[in-house]
């Protein structure tokens, strides 16, 4: 089973050892497993942090911002305003809108919810977003984190390989340990 996500590839090898239900199944355990090391632990690929959010002064338009509806707006602007100005950067943005100061990478869910298994070719996996706005968004951060955001971590790789041998291993009639 080959896993690509954004061009990173992870190998496994169950070949016929494991239906294509099981395949996605396995996919999908990895990605959710990503997923939560992301928006849960703030963590790269490699277990080290996430850059923490820029404090680089903004203006946010007034309107909002965010790929979903609704969108986040900052806190008390008047309409007339067609931007506010945080000297705090995205950093104070965040905190006056309600959330969270430390770097989870949600700000209205939609990256994430759009993250899954795009489609299965034999034995090959491909991870990706639907919607070309979000594989941009999420490729853009990945560069910022030097490619170790939506990468695999190695703890990811052997929870996937350790699902997979129990499936294996239960398809064989072997009872679970």
Request: without cysteine.
């Amino acid at each position: 089973m080959i896993i690509t996500i954004t061009g990173k590839t992870v190998n496994m090898s169950f070949k016929d050892l494991v239906s294509l239900e099981d395949i996605r199944m396995l996919a999908e355990h990895g990605v959710t497993l990503m997923k939560a090391r992301i928006t849960l632990r703030s963590l790269k690929a490699d277990g080290t942090p996430l850059k923490p959010y820029s404090t680089k002064p903004i203006s946010i338009p007034s309107r909002g911002v965010g790929t979903g509806s609704p969108l986040v707006r900052p806190a008390g602007v008047k309409k007339k305003k067609k931007s506010v100005f945080f000297p705090g950067g995205y950093l104070q943005f965040r905190a006056s809108a309600g959330r969270s100061t430390t770097k989870d990478l949600i700000l209205s869910g939609n990256l994430m919810r759009r993250l899954r298994v795009k489609i299965i070719v034999g034995n090959a996996v491909y991870v990706g977003w639907m919607g070309s706005k979000h594989e941009l968004i999420a490729q853009q951060l990945d560069t910022q984190e030097n490619q170790l955001l939506f990468a695999w971590s190695d703890e990811e790789i052997d929870d996937v390989a350790d699902r997979a041998v129990d499936m294996i291993m239960r398809g064989l009639g072997e009872p679970e340990p």
